[in-house]
C-alpha cells in the first residue's frame, strides 16, 4: 500500500514539476470559486439559465479562435514565459472583477465582458500549460505527471466550490472574488522560482527551430487514427455532457429549489469522484490502450443518464461521485494516450488541438443546453446528453472492434470484468 502511494505522488520529488503542481492548485481553487460564484452571480442579476450558458459560451469562445495559435507558441517559443504572461493577465482581469462586484457596480454585462477577456487569458494559458508538463519530468515520470495535473485540477474543483457555498452564505459574494483574485497570484510566484536549467528540453532554443505552422499539427492528428479517435470522443462528450457548470447549477435551483450551498454540494461530489479517478489514472505507467478510453466513456455516459432522471436530492448527490470518477478517468486516459503517443516537436499543437475539442464546443454547448434546461428542465438536459454520448460512445466501441478484429466477451464470476479478445491472440483484461 505504502509503495502505491508513493508511486502516486512520485513527481512531487522533482521540485519544478512540486512548485508547478502548489501554484496551479492555490489558482485553481479561486478560480473554482469564481466561477462557482459568479454563475450564482449571474441569478442574483435576474438572469436564468440560457443566460448562464451565454456566459459560459463567451468563456470559451476565445478557444476557437486563439488556442491553436497558443500551440503554435507553445512549440517555438518558451512555455513558462508565455505562462507568466498569461496569468498575469488573468489575475489583473480577476483584481478589476471583484472591484466591480465589491462597489455594488457589477450589471450582467459585466459578467458577459469579464467571461470573454478571461477567456482569452484560458485560451492562451491552458494548452501551452498543458504541454509544458513534458518538460517539468522526464518521459518515464509523465503518465504520473499527468494524473497529478488531473488530480491538482480536481482537488481544486472539491475544495473551491465547498469554500465558495459557505462563503456566499456568510459573506455575500463580493469577498469570494477578493479572494479568487489573491489566490491567483501563485502560479506567478512559483514560475518565477522554477529553475530553468532543469527543464527537459531539446538541445536547440525553441526559437531556433522550425517554423511550428498549425497546419502541420492538424495533418499530423489527421494522419493518427489512435489520436484522433480520442479527439473525437471528447468533442462528442463535451458537446453533450460536460455542461455541469450550467445544467447542475439549474438543477439545484430550479429542479430541487434549494440554494448556492446545494449548488456547492452537487460540485463538491462530482469533483470528489473526479479527484479519485485522477489518483487512480495517475498511478498508471504505460500509455492506455483504447479500449480504457472508450469503455470508460460509455460508463461515464450512462452515469450521465442516470443523474438526469434521478427524482431525489440525496440520491443526486451520490451518484455524482461515480459520476465524477469516470469522467476524469475518461478524460485523463484520454490526455495520457495523446501525450505519450505524440511526437515532442508536435506537442504543443496536438495538446492545443485538444483543448479546443475539448472547450471550444462550449460557446455552442453552453447556450444550447442552458436553453433546454429552461424549457424542459436541467435533468431532461441532463438525461438527454447521456443518451447522445452512450449511442457515441458504443459506435465508437463497434466501429474499433471491427477494424481490429477483436472481440468483445463479458465475464460476471467470480468478479465482473470486460475483456477485448484481439484477432488471434490471448483475451486481455480492459
Request: proline share 5%.
Amino acid at each position: 500500500m505504502r509503495a502505491r502511494l508513493s508511486s502516486t505522488f512520485q513527481s512531487l520529488s522533482v521540485r519544478n514539476y512540486r512548485l508547478f503542481a502548489l501554484g496551479q492548485l492555490v489558482k485553481l481553487i479561486g478560480v473554482w470559486m469564481m466561477f462557482t460564484t459568479q454563475d450564482w452571480l449571474v441569478f442574483l442579476l435576474g438572469g436564468t439559465a440560457a443566460q448562464l450558458g451565454i456566459v459560459t459560451a463567451l468563456q470559451f469562445t476565445p478557444v476557437l479562435a486563439l488556442t491553436l495559435l497558443s500551440g503554435r507558441l507553445a512549440d517555438r517559443y518558451d512555455k513558462r514565459k508565455i505562462l507568466f504572461v498569461a496569468n498575469a493577465a488573468w489575475t489583473i482581469l480577476c483584481v478589476l472583477f471583484s472591484i466591480l462586484v465589491v462597489v455594488g457596480a457589477v450589471r450582467l454585462w459585466h459578467v458577459y465582458v469579464f467571461a470573454l477577456l478571461l477567456g482569452v487569458a484560458s485560451a492562451v494559458e491552458t494548452p501551452v500549460r498543458q504541454s509544458f508538463v513534458s518538460e517539468l519530468v522526464e518521459t518515464r515520470l509523465l503518465p504520473n505527471a499527468l494524473g497529478l495535473s488531473a488530480a491538482t485540477f480536481n482537488s481544486a474543483r472539491v475544495i473551491g466550490p465547498s469554500i465558495a457555498g459557505v462563503a456566499i452564505a456568510l459573506f455575500d459574494v463580493g469577498p469570494v472574488f477578493v479572494l479568487s483574485a489573491v489566490l491567483a497570484v501563485a502560479p506567478l510566484i512559483c514560475l518565477v522560482r522554477m529553475r530553468p536549467a532543469d527543464l527537459y528540453r531539446s538541445d536547440l532554443p525553441p526559437a531556433s527551430r522550425e517554423p511550428a505552422r498549425v497546419v502541420d499539427g492538424l495533418r499530423y492528428v489527421r494522419r493518427r487514427p489512435d489520436l484522433m479517435l480520442p479527439m473525437v470522443l471528447m468533442s462528442t462528450l463535451a458537446l453533450t455532457l460536460f455542461n455541469f457548470p450550467v445544467t447542475l447549477q439549474s438543477l439545484a435551483k430550479t429542479g430541487f429549489n434549494t440554494g448556492a450551498a446545494s449548488f456547492g454540494l452537487f460540485t463538491t461530489a462530482l469533483g470528489l469522484g473526479a479527484l479519485i479517478g485522477a489518483l487512480i489514472g495517475g498511478t498508471r505507467r504505460a500509455r492506455p490502450s483504447v479500449y480504457t478510453v472508450i469503455i470508460s466513456a460509455m460508463v461515464f455516459s450512462a452515469f450521465g443518464i442516470l443523474i438526469g432522471i434521478l427524482p431525489v436530492y440525496w440520491l443526486v448527490v451520490a451518484a455524482l461521485v461515480p459520476t465524477g470518477f469516470f469522467m476524469v478517468f475518461f478524460a485523463q486516459a484520454a490526455n495520457q494516450r495523446i501525450q505519450l503517443g505524440t511526437d515532442a516537436a508536435y506537442r504543443g499543437r496536438v495538446m492545443a488541438l485538444w483543448v479546443l475539442v475539448f472547450m471550444g464546443v462550449n460557446p455552442v454547448s453552453g447556450p444550447l443546453v442552458g436553453a433546454l434546461a429552461d424549457h424542459a428542465g436541467a435533468g431532461t438536459a441532463i438525461w438527454s446528453g447521456g443518451v447522445v454520448a452512450l449511442a457515441a460512445t458504443t459506435l465508437a466501441l463497434v466501429v474499433q472492434l471491427r477494424h481490429s478484429g477483436s472481440r468483445l466477451r463479458m465475464h460476471l464470476r467470480p468478479v465482473p470484468r470486460v475483456r477485448i479478445v484481439p484477432a488471434g491472440a490471448v483475451a486481455e483484461r480492459v
